[in-house]
């Protein structure tokens, strides 16, 4: 049973995340932005990981940090020892005039490259810049290198082909092929 379980608090807001690795892309989510909540959907489905993601408190940066620590915190205890993991994954996901592409290693050496921009400071009830901000701390916390480009026209469209690709990429990635650690130093 690959699951995790995790909280986090950033100032003055807390974060909870149940996750199962082996779902279906159920999700019971409650962030605190409706638009956030649908992109937590797409990552969701597109991973065919089950989550249940609740934020509350504080000032949205706060939310979306203490969420992006907590599904990270989640994501690495679902992993385990990583053993048998593909590891790498990758995906491209157009929507209509976005493209996003999303590569990733579950390498235990945290890192985010995010090239692209948003054209406005809101998407729907999302700060933009709280897109970076989730996925800087999910990155973090899984321990995860993550390169992300996007581009595009309409920025709901750049968001959401984002999270639709992480999702496409972390299913590849926690697919399970054997019953060793794919490195050369045998540890991830």
């Known amino acids: 049973m690959r ?3 995790s ?3 950033v100032g003055g807001a807390r974060a909870s995340v149940e996750l199962d690795l082996e779902g279906k892309g159920d999700v019971d989510l409650d962030s605190g932005s409706g638009f956030l909540d649908h ?8 991973s065919e990981i089950d989550l249940l993601a609740k934020a509350e ?12 620590l907590a599904l990270g915190k989640g994501l690495a205890q679902a992993l385990g020892d990583k053993k048998g993991l593909r590891r790498y994954g990758w995906a491209a996901v157009p929507m209509d005039e976005a493209l996003a592409q999303a590569a990733l290693d579950l390498s235990g050496r945290p890192y985010l490259v995010m090239k692209g921009e948003f054209e406005n400071e809101i998407i729907g009830d999302l700060a933009s810049q709280d897109v970076k901000t989730i996925l800087l701390a999910l990155a973090e916390e899984a321990r995860l ?44």
Do not use: C, W, Y
């Open 57 to 68: 408190g504080g000032i949205s940066p706060q939310r979306s940090r203490a969420l992006g």
């Open 145 to 188: 290198t993550l390169n992300m480009k996007f581009e595009g026209e309409n920025d709901h469209h750049k968001a959401e082909s984002i999270f639709k690709a992480l999702g496409l990429a972390l299913k590849e990635a926690k697919m399970v092929e054997g019953t060793e650690v794919l490195s050369t130093k045998g540890v991830l």
């Open 39 to 46: 992109m937590l959907h797409a990552l969701a489905r597109m």
């Open 7 to 9: 909280e986090s608090e």
């Open 3 to 5: 699951k995790g379980k």
